[in-house]
Nanobody, 121 residues
Framework: QVQLVESGGGLVQAGGSLTLSCAAS????????MGWYRQAPGKQRELVAT???????NYVDSVKGRFTISRDNAKNTVYLQMNSLKPEDTAVYYC???????????????WGQGTQVTVSS
């Protein structure tokens, strides 16, 4: 079993900052990519940022220059530093990790439970 536990969401004023954390635990052989998605009310879930095991990153255009994704491989933890937050960043943020649970087994995607981020204007 693999669990992803998120923390760090909350309410912040526009222009403020928040840092999200997501720790993976359980039967982990290796962690490939880790990332953050978000889903606003009435909208589809969208990919916000991804970081791969070698450290390369991808961001959706709307957060480039404001958000930074990082990971601690020793702790199987991914972070999302969010600066200059805007009301349109308001959403439930979900952690995702592609994890191999044993040698020779296929990697699978796992999700956290979600954490609410609300940005007031």
């Amino acid at each position: 079993q693999v669990q992803l536990v998120e923390s760090g969401g909350g309410l912040v004023q526009a222009g403020g900052s928040l840092t999200l954390s997501c720790a993976a635990s359980g039967s982990i052989f290796s962690v490939n990519s880790m990332g953050w998605y978000r889903q606003a009310p009435g909208k589809q879930r969208e990919l916000v940022a991804t970081i791969f095991s070698a450290g390369s990153t991808n961001y959706v255009d709307s957060v480039k220059g404001r958000f930074t994704i990082s990971r601690d491989n020793a702790k199987n933890t991914v972070y999302l530093q969010m600066n200059s937050l805007k009301p349109e960043d308001t959403a439930v943020y979900y952690c995702n990790a592609v994890i191999q649970t044993g040698w020779g087994l296929p990697a699978k995607g796992y999700w956290g439970q979600g954490t609410q981020v609300t940005v007031s204007s």
